[in-house]
């Protein structure tokens, strides 16, 4: 939330793209083991996951990336549609279901 008031987002997101990314389910921060960089995961959860989560995920990681932000978007449900699993892969969002990560 503090990242979201600053005046550098202000000044590069719009007040829409700010309230878009205070809509995502979860945001989590964390250091990469290999070069203890900064990175967040940004997703979205459902019971089953359709292409709608698959694409609000994407669209909040790539706002991170705006901001000099290095994001993953991730989608996190019981199960996935065959069409929002296509997207995924395509898209480059990381899958959870039922607990467990699927790599593509």
Same mark, same amino acid.
């Given at each position: 939330m503090e990242l979201l008031d600053s005046e550098k987002v202000r000044s590069i997101l719009s007040e829409e793209e700010r309230?878009? /990314?205070?809509? $995502? %389910?979860? +945001? +989590?921060?964390?250091?990469?083991k290999a070069d203890e960089g900064e +990175?967040?995961?940004v997703g979205e959860v459902s019971w089953v996951v359709d292409c709608a989560d698959v694409e609000r995920a994407?669209?909040?990681a790539d706002l991170f990336s705006r901001l000099g932000i290095t994001a993953f978007p991730v989608v996190a449900?019981?199960?996935?549609?065959?069409?929002a %699993?296509? /997207? $995924?892969?395509?898209r480059k969002v990381?899958?959870?279901? %039922?607990?467990?990560y699927h790599p593509d």
């Open positions: 309230e878009d /990314l205070l809509l $995502a %389910d979860f +945001v +989590v921060w964390g250091r990469r +990175v967040y995961l994407r669209r909040r449900g019981r199960t996935i549609t065959e069409e %699993d296509h /997207l $995924a892969r395509e990381l899958r959870f279901l %039922d607990g467990i």
